[in-house]
């Protein structure tokens, strides 16, 4: 005999009963042997990560380390071998741009795209630390030198950006040669904000560390703007008949589009603020691509991330840094 339809009460009685044990936290008491007492952390496939001595910062004698993360690409390497895209405040940024690779991989193979390595560059955090990234340590290796540099106003060391770059010269770069199947010829290098200000920094002084160059919302406004001084001994250095670049290179800069309006619960920058009042053009990176124009074989274009803010323009430099390693950005590829 077949069983009864349930009735209006068995059913609500049913259904209070599955949701009691599916109740979200805060809505109602989990069991006391709900599965997540096993859990165990989560990685994402082809990731991996080291930490690697640093130079102490100025006036400490503690030791530090940079973490580097890396991402390798499932399957095989093209005949050349995979582009690269370094990727600055790595802590933060290199989840974003590696979820987004490891996205296409995912696709069927009719589907599948070309891949990159990932090579986050962050830094090491004391066990427990509820911080996103080392904020003294990233001020001091994305901050150029320059000549009688002191603290900033909340007492950090600046001006190890040359260090830092001799680093990634030096010790990362001939490790992504030598052990992955890199094709150093597609090298991109992307930062935001200070990091940001270290992408220019980098393509001014050292333009052959990189083909492509990615500056989401870079801090121009350091120290009265001193980047755009960087920029300016570029241009002369390599407008005709001066000094070819070594080789068809690229800049893409980019903003929010609220970046300009400043939230009344954000800490005042008093060097930012200074800066502004002075030199307000140092305020946007908009102006970069006429002052570059006269650079031959270096491509240069500005996008504003509508609706976005400093923070908020972070994951669309990251969608940004994908398509330009990989040729599909629009402009210039």
Not at 275 to 301: E, M, W
Request: proline content about 11%.
């Amino acid at each position: 005999m077949p069983p009864h339809p349930p009735t209006r009460r068995t059913w609500l009685t049913g259904t209070l009963a599955a949701a009691t044990a599916l109740a979200l936290p805060g809505c109602a008491t989990p069991r006391q042997d709900a599965p997540l007492a096993s859990a165990r952390p989560w990685a994402m496939p082809g990731t991996f990560y080291l930490d690697m001595p640093a130079a102490p910062l100025p006036g400490s004698t503690a030791a530090r380390q940079h973490r580097l993360m890396v991402y390798r690409p499932e399957g095989e390497a093209p005949a050349g071998g995979f582009p690269v895209i370094y990727v600055l405040d790595g802590n933060l940024m290199f989840p974003l741009v590696t979820q987004l690779l490891h996205n296409r991989g995912a696709r069927g193979l009719a589907l599948r795209g070309e891949s990159a390595i990932v090579v986050g560059l962050g830094h090491t955090l004391p066990p427990g630390s509820g911080e996103v990234h080392d904020r003294t340590a990233r001020t001091y290796d994305y901050t150029p030198p320059y000549s009688g540099i002191g603290p900033t106003s909340q007492g950090l060391a600046q001006g190890g950006a040359d260090a830092f770059l001799d680093f990634i010269a030096t010790r990362v770069q001939p490790l992504v040669a030598g052990q992955l199947p890199a094709d150093m010829g597609r090298q991109t290098l992307v930062g935001h904000s200070f990091g940001g200000l270290c992408v220019l920094h980098a393509l001014f002084t050292r333009p052959a560390m990189f083909q492509r160059y990615v500056a989401g919302s870079p801090s121009l406004w350091w120290e009265e703007g001193r980047i755009l001084d960087t920029c300016a001994a570029f241009v002369a250095r390599h407008t005709p008949p001066g000094q070819r670049l070594p080789g068809p290179l690229a800049l893409h800069l980019s903003q929010g589009s609220e970046e300009q309006r400043r939230s009344a619960n954000r800490p005042a920058n008093p060097e930012r603020q200074a800066t502004l009042r002075h030199t307000p053009q140092t305020g946007s990176a908009a102006d970069l691509p006429a002052l570059l124009a006269p650079v031959p074989n270096l491509a240069c274009d500005y996008t504003v991330w509508p609706g976005a803010d400093h923070g908020g323009a972070m994951p669309f430099v990251c969608i940004q840094a994908v398509r330009v390693a990989l040729g599909t950005w629009p402009k210039h590829y």
